[in-house]
């Protein structure tokens, strides 16, 4: 079989697509070739571009009502013989989307096509034979994360990848598309750890109402036996910003609370990736408050299905993270929450938002908006922004991370957060004030904004953190 070598040029923002394609076997050293449009630049419009046997693939959102990324196709000939990025309605889809099936990413081989999938929540790959056309579905468990291996063979008859979950460490799998068989090649091992007992461990997953009748996502992971009697210590944790998913993969520090009793809980609200795009453009610009709402919501489900007791719950965010748990579970609805967890939390919004000399304003205001040009979204970021509203009243317990090297979050913005939070929090009343109104705040001089290179960092950090909330809830509490 034939094999045109193409080279393809794109061009991506947060928010659109460009990409243009170059036919090498049509260019020379004495005849240079110009690069023709295969998809033109349209607001909002994204797209990731491969090339299989005589066509094109790509995943985009064009077109789509439900916003969520679609497969299609477009044959060799129509782009040879059509004209530059007029190319629209000649694309044939081949997966269609919906709001609950998220296309992440695909792989492409000589014989087949490997996509890889949320569907409602669920990670699976499809593979596609091209000779068949017939798609065959692979998957491990009702949640984790399925990402591609290192396949470098473009002949090949296999592929591999690998699976995580938050009760199972790496997993490397091969799949023959011939057979349809996978197998196991090798489970990794944590060196000194005590190993993880898959069916030790229990997963609930709801559909929470949210304040409009939107059903929010949410999973708790606890160790099989425990009643959940609402005596239950548990960590929420959330997102919802740029279309980015909370990780559903293996944390050995959350697996080792797990062993003593904790429950573990995941709200994907609106602004995150877990729905897709459409579930992404819910959380964002005016309609940014989904997210605080949603994760109000999934506290009090928690607390009205009697898995835990506000003095028993805790929240954690990282990065823009820790806008939405800093907003939510201090300023929203402190009395909800006995502890936050911030790491190098976005919390004074408003202020770096008309900063532009800090290096993410102006992709920052795609996903906030611009409070230089419109007064709208200034009062409205205004509204929303940790720092901005920070008031006279009793605040959960909080531990905060600070890294002095992180270019996206300045540190100077998060100490400046913690000084007015002293200045303004009342002195502790629902529970013992442990030193300087519950607030700690830890300085790392490493690390950066993504946290240490090295585990053994990055587990202490992990277990100081449930050091410290173990501690604050040591006492027995009026449940």
């Given amino acids: 079989m034939w094999i045109r070598t193409l080279l393809m040029i794109s061009s991506n923002t947060k928010e659109d697509s460009e990409v243009w394609v170059i036919d090498r076997e049509a260019a020379s050293c004495d005849k240079i070739q110009s690069p023709k449009l295969l998809i033109p630049r349209r607001e909002g419009v994204k797209a990731h571009i491969d090339h299989l046997r005589d066509y094109f693939v790509m995943i985009t959102n064009h077109g789509v009502k439900s916003k969520n990324y679609k497969l299609t196709t477009l044959t060799d000939e129509v782009f040879n013989n059509g004209s530059a990025g007029a190319f629209n309605d000649k694309w044939e889809d081949l997966i269609h989307s919906n709001e609950g099936f998220v296309i992440a990413e695909f792989d492409c081989f000589k014989d087949f096509l490997a ?121 929420l944790e959330g997102y919802g910003a740029y279309g980015l998913s909370l990780h559903q993969s293996f944390n050995i520090v959350h697996t080792s609370a797990m062993e003593k009793g904790w429950v573990i809980a995941q709200a994907f609200v609106r602004g995150g990736g877990e729905k897709g795009i459409y579930w992404h453009e819910q959380g964002k610009l005016a309609k940014k408050p989904n997210s605080f709402k949603d994760f109000i919501a999934c506290a009090e489900y928690l607390i009205a299905q009697r898995i835990t007791h506000p003095n028993l719950l ?57 409070p230089i040009t419109d007064e709208k979204v200034y009062q409205l970021i205004n509204s929303f922004s940790p720092y901005e509203n920070l008031s006279k009243r009793e605040y959960p317990s909080i531990l905060m991370n600070v890294s002095l090297t992180d270019p996206r979050v300045p540190h100077w913005t998060n100490l400046k957060f913690i000084e007015k939070l002293r200045d303004m929090a009342d002195a502790p009343q629902r529970f013992p004030d442990f030193g300087g109104k519950n607030i700690v705040v830890r300085l790392n001089k490493e690390g950066g904004h993504f946290g240490a290179l090295d585990n053994d960092t990055n587990l202490a950090m992990g277990t100081f953190e449930f050091a410290w909330l173990d501690y604050i809830m040591f006492k027995k509490q009026n449940i």
């Fill in 115 to 235: 996509v890889y999938i949320k569907n409602q929540g669920r990670p699976e790959l499809l593979v596609q034979d091209l000779t068949t056309r017939e798609f065959t579905s692979i998957s491990l468990d009702d949640v984790g994360e399925i990402h591609p291996g290192l396949n470098q063979d473009y002949d090949t008859k296999s592929l591999r990848f690998s699976f995580s979950s938050p009760f199972t460490y790496n997993q490397l799998y091969e799949y023959n598309h011939q057979t349809k068989a996978k197998r196991l090649i090798k489970e990794y091992k944590l060196a000194g750890s005590p190993q993880i007992v898959r069916n030790q461990f229990e997963c609930k997953q709801f559909l929470v109402p949210s304040h409009d009748g939107e059903e929010v996502p949410m999973n708790i992971y606890y160790k099989k036996g425990i009643n959940l009697d609402r005596r239950n210590k548990t960590l």
């Fill in 314 to 370: 805790a929240a954690k965010g990282s990065s823009a993270g820790g806008t939405l748990v800093a907003q939510a579970c201090m300023n929203m609805h402190p009395e909800l929450f006995r502890a936050c967890l911030l790491n190098v939390p976005f919390l004074d919004v408003l202020s770096c938002l008309v900063d532009e000399t800090l290096p993410l304003t102006a992709t920052d205001h795609l996903e906030f908006g611009n």
